[in-house]
Structures are given as structure tokens and as C-alpha cells.
């Protein structure tokens, strides 16, 4: 099976600083991908040199067989590749409503210009997203009124609006309670069902563990393990970078 | 309402408004109601990208003289009408517009506002060294004996002004309803994220500083033949980029409304000041600008539409 996201030798430096160094990452489709590495490891590099957010110095990325290292981020965003932010970002000054509609209309609506979707549709699909992450009654209120739980559901959504193929939830749990964890969870999990491909980046180790059928360890911007999520945890060196000699 | 029901709306009210104005019997009336109308196009085009997109722009007095200048050019070479050279002008400072936005939009917050400065300095230094135009001398320019319309010269730039304010709100109510908005809106509130769901983000900010580019120089077109004798140390003057800020600040950012109040309220005052010359230095108008805008960002960050919306909200709870 060829992969969905096929990267190689990916590096990245800030300076004299080695961030990321000669990643090879394979995704496959439909798999549910952890992510895991110590503060700093590069986690959240990766995730923004693959979504384009950030321009890798050397390597190359190809998505569904095609090279996108020179593509900007809409443009990774339009063919299917989403992502999330560690800290959420939403559009303060809109309505929860129109927060979706620009991913819809930006995203969905410019993939499929043939068939024009309409201001109608738009906010429609954008109310039925709203609703899947339990956040309908607030549709039209301003992100400042929510609780930290649902900006973490409000960033997803945004994300999921674009109708991605590969979805990118950067530490949409940092913070939260155990419960809280769980509803996210939950909607991350009904997300793969429905067929999003998801790499989960996350330092809750109950919820990586729970939700991954793959994990990949970062240690100081190299891989150091990639595989079944138990085998990864009991590789030594993952061992000695988490709990030391 | 409405898209087409807002411009029919609005060109009926202006048309009244015009006409009503015209009855006027005082011809310093059209001398001062020009420079409102005018300060009103400025602020509505300087908030197309100052409010919609938020990129704090300090470079109206640029595009405005180059609109006035082009004007320059066109009269000593052709025999245009006005109109014909306000939408030359249109062309000129919105390829400016366009030509600013690729050399400095890379540039966030305040680093882009010192880099809206600095192509003011620029673009003035080069009329300054254009003989052509007048340079530093600056140039006559004799108006025609007759106005086209009937009436006064005056009173026939005040009507294109007035013309020019209801095609420059039609521009910033279609473009804040529109699609474009909602994307404008995305990248004033987070950049990064606005990209992350899809918005072309470059390519919208230089649809919105040559939208806004263009709207000024139209405005500055007919000025040559309102003030007859132009000169870059007038036309560049820094009071057109602060009451540009200042007036939708004061009006709020959010609407095409509030620009057009900011307008109406600074212009007037201003030019009260000026009429009743309280025999005092003619930069009191800044001064006026200046407390005017620090007492609204302190009691009114969201100008007089959000003390409105606020009220409205409140009683509505």
C-alpha cells in the first residue's frame, strides 16, 4: 500500500540550532498516527514544515503521490491536508458559524468550483460540523464566550470544516481534564471512522496510547522509534530520553 | 438588504442629499463640503485594509498625491475631463497599491505601518525631483472658465466628490459582505490560521491595498483644480494620513458606517476650527485629531458604532 504522506530526510535548522534532522515519515491512509517526543523535540516543527506553515530546509514531502514542498499552506490546506494549533487560534471578532464558513467556502468551496457552494450550503454544513462536536447552541456567539474544552472543539472543527483527508490535532488536549480528554477523544475517534487519516501530537500518554494504532517518537529533532505503540514505549532509547539512565 | 437594493437605497439618499445641498446659496459651502466629502473617501478607503484586513496603513498622503499628480500630468498633456482623470488616477495609485502591497505585506503590525511611512517619504522625495509636475516649486493649474454642469467649478468637484463617496461605500459594503470580507476578516484576526483554512492570504491583502490604493487617488484626482496650485509639501501632508487613521478609529473599524461618521464628525469640527480661526496656528486641526483619537481609543476602542452595538446588546439581554 503507497503511503498518504511520504516524508524523507526532512530537516529543518533555526541557526546553529538542528530542529529537525533527516525525518523519514510514511502515513498511511486511514491509520491513526501518535506522535510523541520530550518539550522541544520537534514535534510541532514537523507538523509545520508537512503542513507548510514552516519551509524545510532539505528533504522532500509528497502527499498522495505528488510532491508539495513548494505548495503554501492553502494550498496544502485545499488538497486535504489540516491541521489544528497547540494553542488555539480562532477568528475572534466572527461568530462561531462564520469561523467554519471560511474554511468551507476557502477550502471546500475552491476545491469544488464546478459545483459552486452556496452561502446556503455553506451554512448549513458549517451548522452540522458545529453540531458533531457538541457546539450547535453556540453557534452564533463569539469565541471569547467559550470554555477552554470547546475552543479545543472549535479548533478541531475549524480544521475538520476543509473536509480533510489527513487531520494534524496539535496537543488539542494540553490542559484539560480527564473527562474533557475523553469527549475529545471521542470525537477524534469518530473522525477516523468517518475516514480522516490522524496524527495525533499529545504528552497525555493515557490518550496516545488509547488512540493510536502507530506511534513515532522525536527525540532532539531525530526519530527514534516508529511502530506499535507498546514495542514503541519499551524501545531503550525512548526509555532513557523519558525517564533517563 | 440587499446588494442591489443598498445601491439603489443609497444613490437615491445621496442624490437627495446632493441636490438638497445644492440650494446651498453660500459658495464657501461647496469649498468646505468638498474637503469633508473628500476626508470621507479617504477614511472609507483607508479602512478597506486598515479595518477589513488590519494592516495599519500611514501611506494615504502617497497614494492621495499621487492621484493629485497624475492629474497634473494628464492636464498639461491632455484635455480629459475630471471624471476621465479620476479613474487615470484610480489606475495609478491602485498599481501603487498593488506594487506596495508585494514590497511590504510580508511585514506584520507595526513594521508594516513604518514601511507605509517610509513610501510616503519616497514617493514625495520623487515628486520633489520631477520638474514636469512643478517639483519642489509646485505647479498652477488654471481651471476651465466654465464648469461642465451647471453652476460653479467648485460646485462642480463637490458634486464628483459627493459621486465619489457613494461609489467608494458601495465598494467597502460589497467588499465587507462579500466572500473577500469574510477572507479579510480571517487574516485581521490570525494570519496563520486564515491560511491553515484555505485563504490565499497574499493574494486577498494585495486585492485589498490595490482596492484601497485606487479608492484614494481617485480622491485625490480632482484636487489640482479645487485648490489650483499644488505643491508636494500641501499634497504629501501628514494630516491626510492621521485624519485617514483617525476617522474610522473614531467612527469604528468594523462597518462601512463608521468612516463615514468619523468623517462627518472630524471634517466638520476641523473645518469649524478653521472657520472661526481662533487666530492660532492652523495645525490646531491636528491637535483637535490627535485628543479626539486618544480620548475614543480610551473610552471607545470600537469607535461610535461599537458604543452603539453595546447599548443595542445590552438592552437586548
Known amino acids: 500500500m503507497t503511503a498518504l504522506l511520504e516524508a524523507r530526510g526532512v530537516g529543518k535548522r533555526f541557526g546553529g540550532f538542528v530542529a529537525l534532522e533527516a525525518i523519514d515519515l510514511d502515513i498511511a491512509n486511514g491509520e491513526r498516527l501518535g506522535l510523541i517526543g520530550p518539550n522541544g523535540s520537534g514535534k510541532s516543527t514537523l507538523v509545520n514544515c508537512l503542513t507548510g506553515t514552516l519551509k524545510h530546509d532539505s528533504g522532500g514531502i509528497r502527499y498522495d503521490g505528488r510532491a508539495i514542498d513548494s505548495l503554501s499552506p492553502h494550498q496544502r490546506t485545499r488538497l486535504g491536508l489540516a491541521r489544528s494549533f497547540q494553542l488555539p487560534k480562532p477568528f475572534r471578532t466572527l461568530s462561531l458559524v462564520d469561523n467554519l464558513r471560511i474554511p468551507l467556502i476557502y477550502t471546500v468551496g475552491a476545491r469544488t468550483k464546478a459545483h459552486h457552494l452556496s452561502d446556503a450550503a455553506a451554512q448549513q454544513r458549517a451548522l452540522a460540523v458545529l453540531a458533531d462536536v457538541g457546539l450547535a447552541d453556540k453557534a452564533h456567539r463569539l469565541p471569547r464566550d467559550l470554555t477552554q474544552v470547546e475552543m479545543r472543539k472549535l479548533e478541531l472543527a475549524r480544521a475538520v470544516a476543509s473536509a480533510p483527508r489527513l487531520l494534524f490535532a496539535d496537543e488539542a488536549m494540553a490542559g484539560l481534564s480527564p473527562a474533557e480528554v475523553e469527549e475529545i477523544l471521542a470525537v477524534l475517534f469518530r473522525l477516523n471512522e468517518e475516514g480522516i487519516t490522524i496524527v495525533l501530537i499529545e504528552h497525555i500518554m493515557r490518550a496516545v496510547m488509547s488512540f493510536s494504532t502507530r506511534l513515532v517518537v522525536l527525540v532532539a529533532g531525530q526519530k527514534i522509534a516508529d511502530g506499535p505503540p507498546q514495542e514503541a514505549i519499551r524501545n531503550p532509547q525512548v526509555e532513557r530520553a523519558y525517564l533517563g539512565e | ?317
Not at chain 2, 485606487?214 to 485625490?220: D, H, I, S
Not at chain 2, 466638520?268 to 480620548?295: C, E, K, W, Y
Request: aromatic share 12%.
Open chain 2, 1 to 317: 438588504m440587499s446588494a442591489a437594493k443598498f445601491l439603489v437605497v443609497s444613490f437615491v439618499v445621496s442624490l437627495a442629499a446632493l441636490v438638497a445641498s445644492r440650494f446651498a446659496s453660500n459658495e464657501y459651502f461647496f469649498y468646505i463640503g468638498y474637503q469633508v466629502l473628500q476626508f470621507a473617501v479617504l477614511a472609507t478607503a483607508w479602512n478597506i485594509l486598515g479595518g477589513y484586513t488590519g494592516y495599519i496603513n500611514f501611506g494615504t498622503p502617497a497614494f492621495f498625491a499621487f492621484g493629485a499628480y497624475s492629474t497634473v500630468v494628464l492636464h498639461k498633456l491632455t484635455s480629459l475631463p475630471v471624471p476621465a482623470m479620476m479613474l487615470v488616477a484610480g489606475v495609478v495609485s491602485g498599481v501603487m497599491g498593488l506594487g506596495m502591497g508585494y514590497l511590504t505585506l510580508r511585514l506584520r503590525g507595526v513594521f508594516f505601518a513604518i514601511a507605509t511611512l517610509a513610501l510616503a517619504i519616497v514617493a514625495q522625495t520623487l515628486i520633489v525631483n520631477w520638474d514636469f509636475v512643478g517639483g519642489s516649486r509646485g505647479v498652477y493649474i488654471i481651471r476651465p472658465e466654465m464648469a461642465p454642469i451647471h453652476g460653479t467649478y467648485v460646485q462642480y468637484l463637490y458634486t464628483l466628490m459627493f459621486a465619489l463617496v457613494w461609489l467608494s461605500v458601495a465598494v467597502a459594503r460589497t467588499v465587507e459582505r462579500s466572500r473577500l470580507g469574510l477572507g479579510l476578516a480571517a487574516i485581521r484576526d490570525d494570519e496563520l490560521a486564515a491560511e491553515a483554512s484555505g485563504v490565499p492570504t497574499l493574494r486577498l491583502k494585495l486585492i485589498s491595498t490595490t482596492i484601497s490604493g485606487a479608492l484614494m487617488g481617485m480622491a485625490g484626482a480632482p484636487l489640482p483644480y479645487y485648490v489650483t496650485y499644488l505643491d508636494p509639501t500641501s499634497s504629501f501632508n501628514l494630516s491626510y494620513a492621521v485624519n485617514s487613521v483617525a476617522m474610522p478609529v473614531i467612527g469604528g473599524m468594523t462597518s462601512w458606517v463608521g468612516p463615514i461618521i468619523g468623517a462627518a464628525l472630524l471634517g466638520t469640527v476641523q473645518q469649524l476650527a478653521t472657520v472661526m480661526h481662533f487666530r492660532v496656528d492652523p495645525s490646531v486641526n491636528l491637535l483637535i485629531v490627535g485628543l479626539l483619537l486618544i480620548v475614543f481609543v480610551i473610552i471607545a476602542p470600537n469607535g461610535i458604532i461599537g458604543l452603539f452595538r453595546a447599548r443595542r446588546r445590552g438592552a437586548g439581554r
